[in-house]
């Protein structure tokens, strides 16, 4: 009978810790989408200087990362193959990335940043450092340690979703 009565009390617990996420989940996604929002502004604030958009900022950082097949690529970026081979022949076009044969796979195609390409990354990353300074003007480093360590945990908790590893961010 003790161990029902524990079971039940247990039980309990669960579904009230279960209550409570549900209602911080709520009011997270309060928040959410305008924060989503935010976060997208300040993309297109920090890369706009250069002619580019986050989403081709994107793909130049992954490039930049080692990521450097169209179909990584689209897989990194969730968008369909043809729609990466318009990105890459629009940034290949403007002498940023450049198209080679894998030489590990002749039937595979890689990219690379050409040195143009490289400094236009290293400018987009010093861009979106400032505006990240701005961003998190106010929070102290304890607090910016911990948005960093909880969105590490979300994306390591839906790495099945993204289905490309970013890099390990240190």
């Not at 080692?66 to 290949?92: F, Q, R, T, V, Y």
């Not at 039937?107 to 490289?118: A, I």
């Not at 987009?124 to 360590?149: C, F, K, N, P, Y």
Request: hydrophobic letters at 40%; proline letters at 3%; aromatic letters at 6%.
């Amino acid at each position: 009978m003790a161990s029902t009565s524990l079971q039940t009390s247990q039980e309990g617990t669960n579904s009230q810790v279960t209550e409570i996420q549900e209602a911080l989940i709520d009011e997270l996604n309060e928040y959410s989408l305008h924060f989503m929002w935010f976060m997208r502004q300040n993309a297109i604030r920090a890369f706009e200087p250069f002619g580019i958009r986050p989403n081709k900022a994107l793909l130049i950082t992954l490039l930049a990362k080692g990521i450097n097949h169209p179909k990584m690529i689209s897989d990194a970026l969730d968008i369909m193959p043809s729609a990466c081979s318009a990105m890459i022949a629009e940034l290949e076009e403007k002498a940023w990335i450049e198209r080679s044969i894998d030489p590990n796979d002749k039937r595979k195609v890689q990219l690379k940043l050409t040195k143009t390409g490289q400094k236009l990354h290293e400018k987009m990353h010093a861009s979106w450092t400032e505006v990240s300074r701005e961003r998190l003007q106010g929070l102290s480093e304890e607090d910016i340690h911990s948005l960093l360590r909880i969105s590490k945990l979300i994306l390591d908790n839906n790495q099945d979703v993204l289905e490309t590893d970013f890099g390990q961010i240190e």
